[in-house]
Structure formats: C-alpha cells, structure tokens
C-alpha cells in the first residue's frame, strides 16, 4: 500500500518534472529570443533588415559589420577597455585590503562601515555629476579616459568590498594566525595566503566591476566626451535618422557587447556565487 | 551621509581598552587599531573624496545662482528647491522614478524566483537553458535599448510587429494590427525592457540562495508528508528571505539610476524621464542651470537616503545576526 503511493507519486513527479524542465525551456527561449534576433538582424543585408513581416530566411551578409568596422570602432573600444580593466584592477587593488580590515581583523563598527560603503551607491551618481564634471574641465581631464578609470573606480569599490569581505570572512582563520606565527607580515600574508585562497571571489568581484565599467553611458557621456569615447556613447552616435541602418545597428550591439558576454558566459559559476555577495550566509 | 551612531552592538572584537588601564596598555591598544584600520584607509578615502565631496559641491552649488553662461555665483537662497518642487516636470520625475523601480523590482524579483526554482532542478540541458537566461544580463544597456526600441518595438521594423502581420499573412486574415507599442505604453516598454535585462540578475541570485537550502531537513518535511506547496511556503521562502531582501535592494540601486532605457527608447517623453535623465538634461541642455539642477540632484539624494534607510535596515539586521 505505501508502496503503491510512493509509485504514482514518483510517476506524478516524472510527469511534474517534464512540464517544469519544458517550462524552463520555453522562458529561456523567450527571454534569449531579443538577443537571438539582434544577432540575425547584424547578419542580415540593411534592405532585408527592417522587413515587415520579417524575413528571417534572408540571405546571410556580413555587410552589417563591414558597415560598423567602417566607423572607426577601435578607438571607443579601446577607450571602454582601458577605463574597464583599469578601474576593475584600482578596484581589487583598494578592495583587498578594505575587506581584509573589515573581516578578518574587523576594525570597531565594521557594520557600520560596511553601512556607509553602500550607502554611497544609494546617492545617485547623477547628484555629484555637475561637481565631477567641472573638476574635470578645470583640471583638463574632461575627454580623457583617466577621469572615468578614477570615477569608475568609485562607483564600483564599495560593491567590491561587500563581496570581497563575505568571501575572506568565510576564511579559516587558523591558517592566518599560524602564518603570523611564522612572522608573516601583512603583505607576506596577502600575496601567499589570502589571495590564492579568495581567487573565486576576486574573480568574480573582477567580473562584476568590468561588467558595470564595460556597460556605463551617463559618466562616459558627461566626462568621456568624443576624445574619450567609450563604446557605449560610440552606439548612441550609431542613431542618426531613426534606425535606418538596422543590420548595422545590430551589429553594432553585437560586437559592442560581445566581450561581456564571453567573460559571463565563462564564468556563470563565479557570478552565481559573486552575485549571492555572500553576505546571506 | 554617515551612519556611525546607528549600530552601537557594531563593536567587535577590536581591543579596546579597558576605562583605567595603564598608559602603555591603552597606547597598545591604540597603536593596534589604526593598524586594523590601515589597510581599509586608502578604499575609504577614496569613496569620501569620489563620493562625498562631490555631494557637497552640489548642495553648496544648489543655493547658488549659477548657470552655465552667468557666471553669476550668488546666493539664492531656496529659489532653486521652489522651482524645482514647482516644476511639473521635476514632480513627474520623481513619480517616474518610484513607479519604474518598483514595477522593475517587483516583477523581476518574482520572475527571477520562479525561473530560479525552474532551474534548480536537475534536467536535461539545464546548463544550455542556464547559460540562456544568463545572457539578457549580459548585453549593454544602451545596445539593449537601441534593440529594443528599433528592432523588437518599432512599427514598421519591430519583431513584434513584424510576428503579428506573419502570422495574419498564415491564416490569409487582411490588415494586421500595427500598434505603436512605445508611443501608446511608453512606460511600459521601458519597464518590459529593464525587466529583461534584471531578472536574470536576480535569478542568479536566488539560484545561490537554493544552493544553500538545507536539503535534509527539506528532505525530513517530504518524509513526513508536507507537500509541495507548503514545503515552499514554510521553508524554501523564509529560507530565501535574506537572498530577496538583498537581490531587491541591489537591484533597486541600479534601477534607480538607469539611464540609459529612458534615454534611448523614449527620449523621456509621455511623462518617461526619470530623475537622473530630468537632472541631465538639466544640466546640459539648454540653459545650463547648474543651480536648479544641483537642487534636484539634493531632493533626489534626500528622498533616496530616507527609502535607503528603510532597505538598509533589513541589510543591517542580516550583519548584526552574523556577528
């Protein structure tokens, strides 16, 4: 008798659980299908790409692309890829130590700095923006991409920190103090023994920092100007009469976003635990 | 800005020494914290200078009578803070801003719990369908929205569009509804668009708080009968508390800023422009008036500090119970 309800369960189960992998199967399907058509739209000729209704069996062309290329995209590129890596390494490198501070040897009321850190992500950036900017101008770091690698340092630090500190305070504590025993210093103890062992988390604070830099529009728009170009403000020049040149367009967006997406996509397990900022645990 | 009376229980473990001690402990004891203070010193100067002294400048610039041509820097008093509570446009902002958030939250936080159950399971293909849902968090927003709003929205080259006469063409039906999906919601496009790009965010997030689901007392309740549903409601969401407490305040954040949606799929018109596209504008079209704009930039860092309070608070009762 128990026997026999433990079977239709698991055979109701078996059929519960096929619905739910479909249904998982389908959302994803929705929620990758404006990226899916992004992708076809950038390989498709411009007069195929705006067709209504769609011609999703148009001959493949490359002339999106050829189209983009032909605007010069290497110097904004190279601008988001200096401001991105720069400030992500600005980031570790302030990050470290601040999370170090707040848990392995926790300073009086590391709450409450902890507190103030993300209080100032609560301040939108915008509020400091006019002050930023004409620091900016008066020092002749206006259009020069060492004003976004420090403002982009800034804004993404105290995220850094969150997660740096939940990742060292799930550190065994033990192997630090033996260490100091041996007559470690503080940078002895950082380079051998806290770094190697928090590299998940560096790598995935490091992820998150190049994600929010690589993605930025309003500073890069104030400060960057044309002269410091970053991607981003590069697409927003690609609009001129109303999404006219569609297929470049898209690619536009393609290649733009591609150096994210392969970070992402290569490191899904380090963001999933990153994003947790083990914090919750 | 600062919050240092707010947690009196936040004193831990550093030695402090105790009231009457000798000279040479008590310098001990305070040699040993700057030491522990050393290293967050340089992060936290940093933060005060790019953050704090900015603001500042703009509450001081907020009672000022400057604009980008006048050069007049006199004192104005509350002028800026009257124009700008008396400004339509200002007030629609605000509104904006606490209707975007809120929808964006709501609606990605419950998405991204169910997809995050969806995906909690062992299935296969549950890598590939992972790695999809992932990819909307991926993209950058500004090359988001300029899909958005020309390839998926538009009337003529839109997707949507384009999906709908497909689909009339198939079953010979004539003249297809075109509707003009941003002029006629355009608020609602924005919220669809940013809800895109956040649930896989919060998905994420929620995946990390199923990992950590203690399964064998899960596993005990099934034993002694609980079904599916109250399992969810009994353990899997008060276990998921913090992880929705979070992902929401987190998300909030960056939602409240975003600028990049308003910006580009409706320029902020038909009431769209949020605070930090009204403050821009400002700023930077027209006639520069850094000393309005400056004033709204406070009210918007007021109304956020006392919203902020609130979710900070919950952030703060997860640190306390740690430590």
Redesign the interface.
Known sequence: MAAAVVNRSAGQNKRA?GL??A???V???L?????L??VL?AFHQEND??????AFFAPLSTSGFSDFWAAKPIPPMLNSLTASLVSTLFVLC??L??A???SI???????????????????????????????AKNTGLLGNVWSLV??Y??MN??IA?WMLRSFL?EMPIEILEASQVDGAG?FTQMYKIVIPLVMPGLASAALICF?FS??E??LAN?LGGNTAQT??VF??G??TS??LF?AK??A???A??LP??AA??AA?DK???G???G??? | ????S??PS?????P?APPGADPETKRRARRE?WK?????M???I??VI??????L??IF?SFSNWTAFSGNKGFAGLDNFKTVFQDSDARSAVITTIELTVLVVLISLVFGIG?AL??D?T????G?????????????????A???????F?V????F???I??FY?WFGLKNPP?PDWITSHPLGTIVTALV?QW???MM??M???L??RPMDIIEAAQVDGANTWQIFTKMTLPHMR??IE?AGL?GA?YI??N??YV??ITSGGQNTAN??YY??QT??AGTGE?GV??AA??V??IG??II?TFA?RT??S???E??
């Open positions: 659980g739910l992998s249904a998982a199967w959302i994803a399907v929620f990758i299908i404006p990226i058509w992004m739209t790409a705006a067709k209504n209704p769609p302030l990050a130590p601040a170090y501070a707040l040897k926790p300073v009086r009321k590391w709450t409450d700095v902890m507190f103030f850190f993300l209080s100032t992500k609560f301040m939108p950036i915008v509020a400091g923006l006019l002050p930023l900017y004409l620091v420090l403002i340092t800034s630090l105290p920190v305070a503080f994600i690589w993605n529009l309003l104030t991607a981003p697409l927003t690609f609009v109303q999404g569609l367009v898209c536009a967006a393609v733009i976003s994210v997406l992402g996509f899904q963001l999933v635990q994003l947790s900022l914090a919750v645990k | 800005m600062t919050t240092a707010l947690d936040g004193a831990v473990a550093a402090t914290g522990r203070r050393l290293p967050l340089p992060a936290f940093f933060v790019m953050t704090q002294l900015p603001f400048a703009t610039i997809i969806l995906l399971r299935f296969r293909g549950r590939i369908v992972r790695t999809m849902m992932i990819a909307p968090f991926l993209i950058v927003p500004e090359a988001a300029l899909v958005w709003k020309h390839a998926l538009n003529q080259s839109g997707l569009n384009g999906l006469t497909q063409n075109q895109w649930t896989p965010f994420l997030i995946l990390a708080g990992q950590g913090r992880y979070l987190l954040i409240v800023q600028f990049e910006y580009t605070l930090p403050i821009q700023f930077f850094y704009a400056s930039g406070v918007v860092v956020t500090i902020a900070l952030v703060l997860v640190l306390k740690e430590s």
